[in-house]
């Protein structure tokens, strides 16, 4: 016999790489944007997305009793559409369809049982059952989705089931017939796919009738083949079983698989559709099995040798749907990825976004593009949702050049830190912080303003902002000049917000009443000041500002002229230059305290009167200060 054995087409697929990827818990002891399969410590098991060790997205719930649930999952918890199947002779039991938040059943939701063959529609709180609109046998519960069921003729009414069945939501008998649960499937589809009970509004029953009936006619095995003999596989219809656990069923000629049939693989994997000279030819769909590492997602489309080709889609059990284009397995041409949280790509694909595309994110957020190995490579403009817009070059993510014009956008480049010394809003910061920018915005207690610039000392490094309202502390200035080994503190935004928002304290000594190149307008200290410190307050035990963080060392200079890394050399410009500053705008400073104070006291004061500023610059200005300014890394 000439049977041709088809290619384990499933093995190709490791290609597919931009849906959710197989955790690898072994290796990184973590489950997060990853998709598993595993046994819960209460005896259940768990198929699905998971994000920080948690259920989280598109899952599948199998509980100890049984009882089964398809649906969204957020931290662990039922979260969004669901259904729930309850055990009786297996997960043939009662069920129920609706919304869920925080594992409760919420707002409108269906319900069936066996043990009277009734179906109900009713109104959930919470979890708590408030109100039944309908009480109805299946059969009439929803009766334009059922007449809608029975314009199909009998072999297509099976297909319907077949594919529905192939979801993992019709548990019964292929009969084309309607009856609880194909009511059952259809509210399951309905609630998973389009997060909607509603099954008699005339447009949700032509979407969700419409789009099962597209599915499922790759399914439909329909033959009017006399069935095939022993020996005898010559224009008939019939089935075998391979050593292997491989299975056909379908129609054959000449010893091979030609026409319609159904190739069930040893791991699960269900190829339905058209075959010729054995191998998978034409409209089919193959959706992976239990037992493989993309179980749960499930292509559809054109199959030209056993390899998906042409024009298809992809859906990712986590939620992610590819439509377009294929070559050798893989996404090749023009096509569409819909993500599951919202994003979506749309242009061209090399198994990965390759060539010219437009990425929309949930936020609104847009880039449009050229892509290499699925990221920004070349040319490309990025749209913010706030209508911000930058436009240039790219390389691996990373947006290198902004040699274009924008005249009316600004862009947060920069950062550093400043402090309040008057209850009019005054604040005071160094001029490098706030110099070349289009606007300075003050940040603090959760809120954020422009500052107004009032002056500048550009030799003493200081500047002089302004916001409106009343600041919750006002620092006061030392009137005394610091002395060696004077304990201190500095207070500031290192790295402004990319390690986090909340201000950062360090304690130290002063070093020396003379700063770089004996510049007695400064001190040395030996606490840490890092990028984003500038600006901020440097005070002493009683909470006095003693001087202002400005800078530190150039570690590489130092380590070509002395062949050692500086370690804990840092400056700050000392309290007499700010108040002069202040006297020469006509600001009275507070009067310096003579109390030490707690530290907890301490630590309340200083945040309550540091604030974090970002400077805010216009594309075309920023090639005006490279090399001038310490930018953030994206704009350097």
């Not at 109104?123 to 809608?148: A, C, E, H, M």
């Not at 910061?429 to 303003?449: P, R, Y």
């Not at 890092?530 to 600006?535: D, E, F, I």
């Not at 002493?540 to 050692?564: H, S, T, Y």
Request: proline share 3%; charged share 25%.
């Amino acid at each position: 016999m000439k049977l041709h054995i088809s290619v384990l087409l499933f093995f190709l697929f490791p290609l597919i790489t931009f849906g959710l990827p197989n955790c690898d818990f072994k290796k990184t002891n973590e489950r997060d944007l990853c998709f598993d399969k595993i046994n819960t410590p209460d005896g259940g098991r768990y198929i699905g997305a998971f994000k920080k060790n948690k259920y989280h997205g598109l899952g599948t719930y199998i509980f100890p009793s049984g009882d089964k649930f398809i649906g969204y999952f957020k931290e662990n918890k039922r979260h969004g559409a669901g259904v729930l199947w309850v055990s009786e002779k297996g997960w043939l039991g009662d069920f129920s369809a609706g919304y869920y938040i925080n594992d409760r059943l919420d707002g409108i939701a269906i319900y069936t049982t066996p043990k009277n063959n009734a179906a109900y529609l009713g109104k959930f709180d919470n979890g708590v059952f408030k109100k039944w609109y309908q009480i109805k046998s299946p059969g009439t519960l929803f009766p334009k989705l059922r007449n809608k069921f029975y314009t199909f003729d009998s072999d297509q009414r099976k297909g319907l089931q077949k594919f529905l069945e192939l979801e993992g939501l019709y548990p019964s008998t292929i009969d084309g017939k309607w009856g609880r649960n194909t009511l059952n499937a259809f509210a399951a589809f309905s609630v998973i796919n389009y997060n909607t009970i509603d099954l008699e509004k005339i447009d949700i029953i032509a979407k969700v009738v419409d789009e099962i009936g597209k599915l499922s006619v790759a399914l439909e095995i329909r033959s009017k083949l006399p069935r095939c003999k022993k020996n005898n596989f010559n224009n008939c219809f019939g089935s075998i079983t391979e050593p292997d656990g491989n299975k056909y069923e379908g129609e054959f000629n000449n010893g091979f698989f030609n026409g319609k049939g159904k190739f069930t693989f040893f791991d699960g994997s269900i190829y339905i559709g058209d075959f010729k000279n054995g191998k998978q030819n034409g409209n089919g769909v193959f959706t992976f099995g239990p037992d493989t590492k993309y179980y749960g997602d499930r292509m559809e489309g054109k199959f030209v040798n056993n390899i998906f080709e042409g024009y298809g889609k992809y859906y990712f059990a986590n939620g992610d749907i590819y439509e377009g284009e294929w070559k050798d397995n893989r996404p090749y041409g023009k096509g569409t990825l819909s993500f599951s949280n919202g994003n979506k790509y749309i242009g061209e694909f090399k198994n990965k976004f390759n060539g010219l595309g437009t990425f929309i994110f949930s936020n609104g957020d847009k880039y449009i593009g050229e892509w290499v190995n699925g990221k920004k490579n070349g040319k490309g403009k990025f749209i913010s949702s706030n209508g911000n817009q930058y436009e240039g070059e790219w390389k691996d993510d990373i947006f290198i050049s902004k040699d274009y014009a924008d005249t009316k956008e600004t862009h947060n480049v920069a950062s550093g830190t400043g402090f309040y010394v008057s209850t009019r809003g005054h604040i005071v910061t160094n001029n490098h912080v706030v110099d070349g920018c289009t606007e300075v915005k003050a940040h603090a207690l959760g809120k954020s303003q422009i500052a107004d610039i009032i002056a500048k000392d550009k030799l003493n490094d200081l500047a002089l902002l302004k916001v409106q309202g009343n600041p919750p502390y006002v620092f006061p200035i030392e009137l005394k000049n610091p002395y060696p080994l004077q304990e201190i503190i500095v207070a500031g935004f290192p790295f402004g917000e990319l390690v986090s928002s909340s201000i950062k304290f360090t304690k130290g000594i002063v070093s020396s009443i003379a700063g770089i190149g004996d510049n007695y307008s400064q001190i040395q200290i030996d606490a840490a000041i890092q990028p984003g410190n500038s600006g901020g307050p440097i005070v002493d035990e009683n909470g006095n500002v003693i001087a202002v963080a400005v800078a530190k060392l150039d570690q590489q200079k130092i380590l070509e002229n002395f062949g050692v890394i500086p370690e804990d050399t840092n400056f700050g410009i000392k309290a007499n230059a700010v108040r002069n500053l202040l006297e020469g705008n006509n600001i009275i400073s507070k009067e310096p305290s003579s109390k030490i104070i707690s530290k907890n006291l301490l630590s309340k004061n200083i945040a309550n009167g540091t604030v974090f500023l970002s400077c805010w610059m216009k594309m075309v200005d920023i090639k005006n200060v490279k090399n001038k300014k310490v930018l953030f890394k994206e704009f350097e």
